[in-house]
């Protein structure tokens, strides 16, 4: 099993930054991907980015927060960020971290709230 606890969710002004923490612990070894999803009132889940954990692939981000979001990680803390730029109203959802081993079954976090309103 792995565990997976989200921090940094907040209301931000347009404009704002944001980073979200997620914290990785269990079988970690188990892990072949790291990323978020994010869903907003009415909308399906989607994924905002990802990154695999065990090989030098290039991470992967949603159309609409490439050069915006970037996912940076701390393998010595087993934990992997969100830094969310420029943020729009459009980005408010709840953010779940995720982790997906080899045979394809995911975890998830708790979620987190992030607002983006004047």
């Known amino acids: 099993q792995v565990q997976l606890v989200e921090s940094g969710g907040a209301l931000v002004q347009p404009g704002g930054s944001l980073k979200l923490s997620c914290v990785a612990s269990?079988?970690?070894?188990?892990?072949?991907?790291m990323g978020w999803y994010r869903q907003a009132p009415g909308k399906e889940r989607e994924l905002v980015a990802n990154?695999?954990?065990?090989?030098?692939?290039?991470?992967k981000y949603e159309d609409s927060v490439k050069g915006r979001f970037t996912l940076p990680r701390d393998n010595a803390k087993n934990t992997v960020y969100l830094q969310m730029n420029n943020l729009s109203p459009d980005d408010t959802a709840v953010y779940y971290c995720?982790?997906?081993?080899?045979?394809?079954?995911?975890?998830w976090g708790q979620g987190t709230q992030v607002t983006v309103s004047s």
């Open positions: 990154i695999p954990i065990t090989s030098d692939s290039r991470t």
């Open positions: 269990g079988n970690i070894f188990s892990i072949y991907v």
């Open positions: 995720y982790a997906m081993r080899s045979d394809l079954w995911y975890f």
